[in-house]
């Protein structure tokens, strides 16, 4: 096994092309935006990842709840094993600042 024993990824963007906000594709560089700045695209076929846990906000503007949904199957097609939680009241905002101790238990 890997250095990597674990994986968490909480509302990644881990397979955000094409960008639709014209501040991401000014940021981005979009469309000339290569593929290869897309995480999910440095997944191979056989190579088996880490044990992956994907957390993502059901009502997300910011980031797309489809980018942990297409990862977390990508990483099942290379026989990861791989748990998504989704918090379906929360959006970007909330789901991150629940990891401040002031909101915990508060979402």
Known sequence: MGAVRGFVGLAGPYDFLPLRSTR???????????????P??????????PPSLLQLAGTD???????SI????KLRQT???VEVITYPGL?????????????????
Not at 70 to 73: K, V
Not at 91 to 107: F, S
């Open 70 to 73: 297409r990862l977390a199957e």
């Open 79 to 81: 026989g990861t094993l």
């Open 24 to 38: 991401l594709q000014a940021i981005f560089g979009y469309p000339g935006t290569s593929p290869a700045t897309q």
């Open 91 to 107: 959006d970007h905002t909330r789901l991150v600042g629940a990891l401040a101790a002031p909101l915990r238990g508060r979402l």
């Open 61 to 67: 503007p910011v980031v797309d709840p489809g980018n």
């Open 40 to 49: 999910i695209n440095f997944l191979t076929p056989g190579r088996k990842g």
